[in-house]
């Protein structure tokens, strides 16, 4: 069982930056690939990136460039650093973990019922 708790989510002004962090519990993190997803109101959860245990990134094409996905095993930590931050950005971001096999594609990525753990979310506004 993964617990994932994320914060750093507020209010920001457009052209602004944010770091999203994700706390992972348990002693298998790093077996894991991580992975960022959001939802805006009214629309469906989107792919946003991820990274598998050796360091594979996917990055969703609207976020390529601005965003930047990490982990650090030695913390259970994921972050998500958003850079040029814009109001389409606005969203709950939500943090999720996969318990893989042995590859680690795009396809797989993308998909949020490849994971097997979420966090609650954090909002994320971004003002114009």
């Known amino acids: 069982q993964v617990q994932l708790l994320e914060s750093g989510g507020g209010l920001v002004q457009a052209g602004g930056s944010l770091r999203l962090s994700c706390a992972a519990s348990g002693r298998t993190f790093s077996s894991y690939a991580m992975g960022w997803f959001r939802q805006a109101p009214g629309q469906e959860r989107e792919f946003v990136a991820s990274i598998s245990r050796s360091d594979t990134i996917y990055y969703e094409d609207s976020v390529k460039g601005r965003f930047t996905i990490s982990r650090d095993n030695a913390k259970n930590t994921v972050y998500l650093q958003m850079n040029s931050l814009k109001p389409e950005d606005t969203a709950v971001y939500y943090c999720?973990?996969?318990?893989?096999?042995?590859?680690?594609?795009?396809?797989?990525?993308?998909?949020?019922?490849?994971?097997?753990?979420w966090g609650q979310g954090t909002q994320v506004t971004v003002s114009s």
């Open positions: 999720a973990a996969a318990d893989y096999g042995s590859s680690w594609y795009i396809s797989k990525a993308l998909r949020d019922r490849t994971y097997n753990y």
